[in-house]
């Protein structure tokens, strides 16, 4: 069974930073694009920033300069350090992925449980 796990969330102040990592687990065949997306109370999830396997990045405007994605094909895992964190940026975080699985061999879109991130004033 496919898993998508996130980690790294907390408390900490404004300006501060938190790195994020989710991993992939289970029987998968390749990893497309990764990303992370963020819901704050009260609003719809939004995009943050996604890598394709290549490399290729993507950011919300919002978070360019402050946040970088990385990811480690190897490893299956997708990495979010957060840099001059912002109390805007409270959400809880999603790990996305597509991926095809042993089986059924299509592409998938998977998200994890998610990860709560806390920026105080």
């Known amino acids: 069974q496919v898993q998508l796990v996130e980690s790294g969330g907390g408390l900490v102040q404004a300006g501060g930073s938190l790195r994020l990592s989710c991993a992939a687990s289970g029987s998968i065949v390749s990893i497309n694009r990764m990303g992370w997306f963020r819901q704050a109370p009260g609003k719809q999830r939004e995009l943050v920033s996604t890598?394709?396997?290549?490399?290729?990045?993507n950011y919300a405007g919002s978070v360019k300069g402050r946040f970088t994605i990385s990811r480690d094909n190897a490893r299956k895992m997708v990495y979010l350090q957060m840099n001059n964190l912002f109390p805007e940026d409270t959400a809880v975080y999603y790990c996305?992925?597509?991926?095809?699985?042993?089986?059924?061999?299509?592409?998938?879109?998977?998200w994890g449980k998610g990860t709560l991130v806390t920026v105080s004033s």
């Open positions: 890598i394709t396997s290549g490399g290729n990045t």
């Open positions: 996305n992925a597509d991926l095809m699985p042993q089986w059924p061999q299509i592409t998938m879109n998977y």
